[in-house]
T-cell receptor, first 110, second 117 residues
């Protein structure tokens, strides 16, 4: 089983749609969680950290469920510019290694 | 602005040659940096953890004698791909947390696209 697993995608949605991505992790001792965005042939960029109580940043909402070991990302009112690959990342205890999911591709169409 | 700088952005080399990639933290000190590799349409795979002043820690399956890592200062880590082969062609990306807090996210360099002919 992979340490971090994501929805396979791709997700094809119209502009204005709401889309949700899920990600599960296997290490129950994981401490920190993040969502990154990666554009084609570019480096990943931090989208947002995920906090235990859930957090929101504009159109983006992240949730953490420690009991079920999954994190989610909700994008509301999708824009064309949201088209990218979304990576969830989990930081393990000790050594501060960050493990990434395989990513979910999102295509937002006019 | 960028907090981690990586150079070069792309490189083409012949089989058997070595390639050095530099990763710098721009406005903070990074005692630890992480090197990832990403093949087309695949995820980021952690190769090694670069530790300032000590040996790097390699992930299982990564050859330490082929991928030499040096972290001689608090702002610079280098990855040298030795005796490169076409199968080493990939996107190499370095990263560092801005601080040592457990919840500090990684910031990435812009990556190096290596093509070995």
């Amino acid at each position: 089983r992979k340490e971090v697993e994501q929805d396979p995608g791709p997700f094809n949605v119209p502009e204005g749609a709401t889309v949700a991505f899920n990600c599960t992790y296997s290490n129950s001792a994981s401490q920190s969680f993040f969502w990154y965005r990666q554009d084609c042939r570019k480096e990943p960029k931090l989208l947002m950290s995920v906090y235990s109580s859930g957090n929101e940043d504009g159109r983006f909402t992240a949730q953490l469920n420690r009991a079920s070991q999954y994190i989610s990302l909700l994008i509301r009112d999708s824009k064309l510019s949201d088209s990218a690959t979304y990576l969830c990342a989990v930081k393990s205890t000790g050594g501060f290694k960050t493990i990434f999911g395989a990513g979910t591709r999102l295509f937002v169409k006019a | 602005g960028a907090v981690v700088s990586q150079h070069p952005s792309w490189v083409i080399c012949k089989s058997g040659t070595s390639v050095k990639i530099e990763c710098r933290s721009l406005d903070f000190q990074a005692t630890t940096m992480f090197w990832y590799r990403q093949f087309p349409k695949q995820s980021l795979m952690l190769m090694a953890t670069s530790n300032e002043g000590s040996k790097a820690t390699y992930e299982q399956g990564v050859e330490k004698d082929k991928f030499l890592i040096n972290h001689a200062s608090l702002t610079l880590s280098t990855l040298t791909v030795t005796s490169a082969h076409p199968e080493d062609s990939s996107f190499y990306i370095c990263s560092a947390p801005r601080d040592s807090e457990y919840n500090s996210p990684l910031h990435f360099g812009n990556g190096t696209r290596l093509t070995v002919t």
